[in-house]
Antibody
Framework: EVQVVETGGGLIQPGGSLRVSCVAS????????MSWVRQAPGKGLEWVSV???????YYADSVKGRFTISRDNSKNTLYLQMDSLRAEDTAVYYC???????????WGQGTLVTVSS | EIVMTQSPATLSVSPGERATLSCRAS??????VAWYQQKPGQAPRLLIY???TRATGIPARFSGSGSATEFTLTISSLQSEDFAVYYC????????FGQGTKVEIK
C-alpha cells in the first residue's frame, strides 16, 4: 500500500528555521518525482518545490533562496529545510508524489507550520 | 505563471443532481490538467488527470473534459460524500492550482 507521512511541523518565530520530513512507503522516493505543496489556513493550494528523480530541484519564487529540498535514499525520505521563515509561510505542508508533466497522485496528511511570535 | 480560474466559487446542489465545475487557463496547457477533491481536514485526492482520465478507484460519476484553456469537471449524480472543495491544476508548465470551487448541499 502506498503511504506518505509528513512530520516536523510546529510553531516557529519569524526568522527561524524548521525542517519537515516526508517518509514514503509502498514506492521508492528516489525513483519518483516528489513535490512539496502548501496550503495557508482557509486558502488554496500552492506548489512549493520539486525533487526530480534524476536529482534536479526547483522552487517557487516565493521560497527560492530560503527553502531547500533534499532526500535521503537510505531512509526513503524527502525533506524540506525552511530558513528565514515569515508569517506568510504559515501553512499545512503536504508532500506528494508527482512532477515533470505529471499530476500529484499520492499525498500525505500534511504537517502544520505556524510562523508567529 | 499560468493562472487557473475556477467558476463558480460556490455551487449549491441537491443530492442526486448533476454538478458542473469550470476551470479556465490563462494560456494553453494542452490536456495537462488534473482535478482534486479536498474535504475539511484532509489532503487533496486526485480524481482526474490528463483532463479526462479517472484516477484509480474514482467512481464513474466523475468525468472530466476539455483541452487547451477550457476544462470541465462533471459529477453526474451527487452523493453525500461528494460535498467538498474541488481544485483544478495545470502541470504543463510548472504547477498551478485554481482557487477552488466549494460544492455545498442545497
Amino acid at each position: 500500500e502506498v503511504q506518505v507521512v509528513e512530520t516536523g511541523g510546529g510553531l516557529i518565530q519569524p526568522g527561524g528555521s524548521l525542517r519537515v520530513s516526508c517518509v514514503a512507503s509502498g514506492f521508492t522516493v528516489s525513483s519518483n518525482h516528489m513535490s512539496w505543496v502548501r496550503q495557508a489556513p482557509g486558502k488554496g493550494l500552492e506548489w512549493v518545490s520539486v525533487f526530480y528523480f534524476g536529482g534536479s530541484t526547483y522552487y517557487a519564487d516565493s521560497v527560492k533562496g530560503r527553502f531547500t529540498i533534499s532526500r535521503d535514499n537510505s531512509k526513503n525520505t524527502l525533506y524540506l529545510q525552511m530558513d528565514s521563515l515569515r508569517a506568510e509561510d504559515t501553512a499545512v505542508y503536504y508532500c506528494a508524489r508527482g512532477g515533470a508533466g505529471k499530476p500529484f497522485d499520492y499525498w500525505g496528511q500534511g504537517t502544520l507550520v505556524t510562523v508567529s511570535s | 505563471e499560468i493562472v487557473m480560474t475556477q467558476s463558480p466559487a460556490t455551487l449549491s446542489v441537491s443530492p442526486g443532481e448533476r454538478a458542473t465545475l469550470s476551470c479556465r487557463a490563462s494560456q494553453s496547457v494542452t490536456s495537462n490538467v488534473a482535478w482534486y477533491q479536498q474535504k475539511p481536514g484532509q489532503a487533496p485526492r486526485l480524481l482526474i488527470y490528463d483532463a479526462s482520465t479517472r484516477a484509480t478507484g474514482i467512481p464513474a460519476r466523475f468525468s472530466g473534459s476539455g483541452s487547451a484553456t477550457e476544462f470541465t469537471l462533471t459529477i453526474s449524480s451527487l452523493q453525500s460524500e461528494d460535498f467538498a472543495v474541488y481544485y483544478c491544476q495545470q502541470y504543463n508548465n510548472w504547477w498551478t492550482f485554481g482557487q477552488g470551487t466549494k460544492v455545498e448541499i442545497k
